[in-house]
């Protein structure tokens, strides 16, 4: 009795820390694979620098936000197929509002159109968890719905952008080394997911993802939970669409291929589609690495249609090693 | 159950009590589909009296069946708990490469090289969903990107005067036998009857449902998994194919995004028609109707002027409330 009792004390910390590394070994193998493709990219463009690398940081601002709204999805088991759209509908409301308003309204609009991804994000939870229909279904559906809402809003690409929202993403902070989107990706996402995921409800949707009947019966509201993850890939998506309007200066009605590249960002960033496992830098690195990539590829004269392409060899070449590896562990 | 026999006992016939119509829905979704389409037809005439005639039934089918085909490809796979987004790239890309190829090599020729890669993108989709347990979501999704941007180099390579589309393909996918007849019946008749039978008088077919239904009782019950699916997504690839040059005819375009916009309503039309994306449960006769739903849904809307804006909000509401009863009457 003692026996087991000291085996299970031992094996809890140690399994946990196996854990907690395999985690980040996924995490930390992508920024490895970042650094080697940054070197790759200086050796074969030796011009590349400071501004090369605010263009990509700024280019990868939208799809990052994309990626880590798919990510809160799939981490409580859902997937939500609507993340175009509703970059689409909160970027245009955004452009049409600020649109020849003064800087300081801006404000009131930023925070506005936030709060409009939470909204939007809690009909497609809702809807989710009331109708009992497959989560891919509704947002599906909504994917229709926020589309055409978006068109509601702007028959045609228009609107503006706030110039300080504007400034918020160009330009460098101390060195030139270090663009200005990328703290602020950063920064944002820190602010939101780490308080998130130390909480008691950041634990609940991991639960809810890895098994929702064991998370239901050690109290924890199912529902709700599955709400919240909705909420904030609305609020991510809304975070998405406000970046694509700073970066274009006007809003787009017409949404990007940003839902499917989000899916393939958060499988190449290590969370599990089977919900639970994961977290949200792994999918942003995956973000960078996969737009770099088509960098290099037009550095190296190759046809950029072929970066497609690559994006989709890779995307499969990942996602089958990892199964094998399972396989492998099963037997 | 007890609802059921009570209505029995009582001499009624069962579909007059709730629980009645609920077996009735559960039992034969095929009824209730039919009688949503009905209703349908009857709302576009009253809307526009004198609109319903054979030669708009006519325009609706032939709008239809592209759908129908595509949708077809979702039902199968969605029978085994899987789902093809390769759809709309493979569809696209087979209607472009015959446009493009055609002039060189004969019509023969280039149906049968595009159906051949269509079927491979297939055996890739298959091999990764069935040998490598890649999810079919991700597998698929992968595929197309890998499609789409072959189709794009291949666009380059290739440029070609006028839309290209081969005469035949334009009659096949546009005319008329008689009017309300449209020819690409002629094609999707014996299709569709192939696929019905496939489904449900086959071993093939058993096994989709089965694997689908309970993966880890068809594994013990002898079934090789991996070699169904194989053969699964390739028969899909090669219905996206078919679709592909109906499609490229009834829009006499060849382009490589030409058939997108057709993805997410086959997956939509496959549910209306009561397939389950759980898979085990489903038929391709429901599809069949389902697609003709959503093509009458969306005459319906065109035809009071909405803009497209409102066309899109409704058709999506439409498709959650569409499958929330659904999911409510087979449940309970």
């Known amino acids: 009795m003692t026996a087991v009792d000291t085996s299970i004390a031992v094996d809890r910390p140690r399994s946990a820390l196996v854990h907690f590394v395999r985690r980040n070994v996924w995490t930390l193998g992508l920024v490895g694979i970042l650094v080697v493709l940054l070197v790759i990219t200086k050796i074969i463009q030796p011009n590349y620098g400071p501004p090369a690398i605010q263009g990509l940081a700024i280019s990868v601002l939208p799809l990052a936000f994309a990626a880590v709204a798919q990510t809160c999805a799939v981490l409580s088991k859902g997937i939500d197929l609507s993340v175009g759209s509703m970059m689409a509908f909160t970027s245009v409301a955004a452009a049409a509002m600020m649109d020849n308003r003064s800087e300081s309204f801006a404000i009131l609009v930023v925070v506005g ?3 409009m991804g939470l ?32 068109l509601l809003v702007l028959q045609r690409p228009g609107g503006g952008s706030a110039d300080w929202l ?15 989107a990328a703290v602020v990706l950063l920064l944002v996402i820190a602010a939101v997911w ?3 995921r130390r909480s008691r409800l950041g634990l609940s949707l991991y639960a809810v993802g890895s098994d929702s009947l064991a998370a239901f019966r050690s109290g924890v509201s199912v ?19 406000l970046s694509l309007t700073a970066s274009t200066g006007i809003g787009t009605p017409v949404p990007g291929p940003y839902t499917l590249m989000s899916v393939a960002a958060v499988v190449l960033g290590g969370v599990s589609l089977a919900g639970g496992r994961g977290g949200v830098f792994g999918p942003v690195v995956a973000v960078v690495i996969l737009s770099l990539l088509r960098t290099d590829m037009t550095f190296l004269n190759v046809n950029t249609n072929l970066a497609t392409v690559a994006q989709g060899v890779i995307l499969v070449g990942v996602v089958m ?6 396989l492998r562990r099963q037997q | 159950m007890s609802g059921v026999s009570n209505a029995q006992a009582s001499g009624r016939p069962r579909w007059t009590t709730a629980s009645g119509i609920r077996a009735l829905i559960r039992e034969r979704p095929i009824v209730p589909l039919l009688g949503l389409l009905a209703i349908l037809v009857l ?67 280039a149906i049968i090289i595009a159906l051949v890669i269509s079927g491979l993108v297939g055996l890739v989709n298959g091999i990764g969903a069935g040998v490598f347990k890649v999810h079919p979501l991700i597998m698929t999704l992968a595929m197309s990107l890998v499609v789409l941007g072959l189709a794009n180099v291949w666009q380059l390579e290739r440029v070609q005067t006028g839309s290209g589309v081969p005469g035949e393909f334009r009659d096949l996918g546009a005319n008329m036998i008689v009017q309300g007849i449209p020819v690409n019946l002629l094609l999707f008749i014996p299709l569709a009857l192939l696929i019905i039978f496939t489904l449900n008088r086959t071993g093939f077919g058993r096994l989709l449902y089965a694997i689908g239904d309970n993966p880890i009782a068809s594994r013990l019950s002898g079934a090789k998994s991996w070699q169904v699916l194989t053969v699964l ?4 690839g090669m219905l996206a194919g078919i679709a592909g040059f109906l499609l490229s005819g009834l829009t006499n375009t060849a382009s490589v995004t030409l058939a997108d916009s057709a993805l997410l309503p086959s997956v939509a039309a496959a549910v209306i028609g009561g397939t389950s994306i759980f898979g085990g449960r489903g038929t391709y006769t429901g599809t069949i109707v389902g697609a003709l739903i959503l093509t009458v849904i969306s005459s319906i809307l065109s035809s009071l002027g909405y803009p497209e804006a409102v066309r899109q909000i409704l058709f999506g509401l439409m498709i959650v409330f569409v499958a929330a009863a659904y999911t409510r009457i087979t449940t309970d």
Not at chain 1, 166 to 180: E, I, M
Not at chain 1, 321 to 326: A, E, K, P, R, T
Not at chain 2, 70 to 80: D, F, P
């Open chain 1, 113 to 115: 159109v936030l709060v």
């Open chain 1, 119 to 150: 909204i939007i994000g809690a009909v497609n939870g809702a809807l989710v968890v009331f109708t009992r229909v497959p989560d891919i279904v509704v947002t599906l559906a909504m994917l229709f719905v926020w589309a055409g809402a978006a």
């Open chain 1, 166 to 180: 504007s400034g918020l993403t160009s330009g460098h902070v101390f060195t030139q080394w270090v663009p200005k």
């Open chain 1, 194 to 196: 780490i308080p998130i």
């Open chain 1, 223 to 241: 529902g709700r939970t599955k709400i919240f993850s909705y909420m904030l890939a609305g609020l991510f998506s809304a975070l998405a669409g």
């Open chain 1, 321 to 326: 090693v990892g199964s094998l590896i399972q």
């Open chain 2, 43 to 109: 709302v576009s005439e009253l809307i526009r009296p004198g609109i319903v005639t054979p030669n708009w039934a006519g325009v609706m089918i032939r709008a239809a069946v592209p759908l129908a085909i595509l949708a077809g490809c979702q039902t199968i796979t969605m029978l085994t708990a899987g789902i093809d987004l390769s759809v709309g790239a493979v569809a696209s890309m087979s209607g472009f490469l015959v446009a493009t190829i055609v002039g060189d090599t004969g019509l023969a020729i």
């Open chain 2, 233 to 236: 997504y390739v028969l899909s």
